[in-house]
């Protein structure tokens, strides 16, 4: 497996500001993702984070809103921009480590936004 | 369209053998996982079936049947520290991505 870490662990923000979460690898993964858990939901995959190209969004997260980097094979930030009510969720990285293409994940972020 | 299916609750006693099941419609299907999460804390994996059959790990085992597009996750031993949410995830597609079902929070009572 890996280990995993994510910045901040949890922030309480203003409506239309925006919050870059930052998720920390401690080896070299080629594939790594980012979640959204809305309350008393279960997980959503909002992109998938490529190292040195433009992150792959899913149905419904789009790029201005969900802005993703990975400059490198260890490292990737995902930005919630303008944010609103609605996105207070946990959000969470995950990798691909180890054998049986397993996901891992992060510890989550768990983001408020008044 | 995915769509995923598991059980919202359920209740078992200490000491008990639960299952947790898991239908699927997915377009594609490159395997099947599933993840426990403690309130509060991320996912943690538990087993990952991409054959049919049944793989056992201690006191956790997990079925498939792709023909059937059935899993279950089997808890023996039932303990309070299994009291949690357990997510059934399908990977689809190329790139390993995962679509997770709704989750089933099963409470264990002494």
């Known amino acids: 497996s890996a280990v995993i870490s994510q910045k901040p662990s949890r922030d309480i923000c203003q409506r239309g500001t925006s919050l870059t979460i930052q998720c920390q690898v401690d080896?070299?993964?080629?594939?790594m993702f980012w979640y959204r858990q809305q309350p008393g939901q279960s997980l959503t995959l909002i992109a998938t984070?490529?190292?040195?190209?433009?992150?792959?969004?899913e149905s419904g997260f789009v790029i201005d809103k969900f802005p993703i980097s990975r400059p490198n094979l260890t490292f990737s930030t995902l930005t919630v921009s303008n944010m609103s009510p609605e996105d207070s969720s946990i959000y969470l990285c995950?990798?691909?480590?180890?054998?049986?293409?397993?996901?891992?994940f992060g510890p989550g972020t768990r983001l408020t936004v008044l | 369209g995915q769509n995923i299916d598991q059980p919202t609750e359920m209740t078992a006693t200490e000491g008990a053998i639960v299952q947790i099941n898991c239908t699927y419609q997915?377009?594609?299907?490159?395997?099947l996982f599933w993840y426990q999460q403690h309130a509060g804390e991320a996912p943690t994996f538990l087993s990952y079936?991409?054959?049919?059959g049944l793989e056992e790990k201690g006191r956790f085992s997990s079925f498939l049947s792709r023909s059937k597009g059935y899993s279950y996750l089997l808890l023996k031993e039932l303990q309070m520290k299994d009291s949690a949410s357990y997510l059934c995830?399908?990977?689809?597609?190329?790139?390993?991505?995962?679509?997770f079902g709704t989750g089933t929070q099963q409470k264990v009572e002494l």
């Open positions: 995950s990798v691909v480590a180890g054998g049986r293409d397993t996901q891992y």
């Open positions: 080896s070299q993964v080629t594939m």
């Open positions: 984070a490529n190292q040195g190209s433009e992150a792959t969004y």
């Open positions: 997915t377009s594609g299907f490159n395997g």
């Open positions: 079936n991409v054959l049919d």
């Open positions: 995830a399908v990977m689809t597609g190329g790139g390993n991505k995962l679509t």
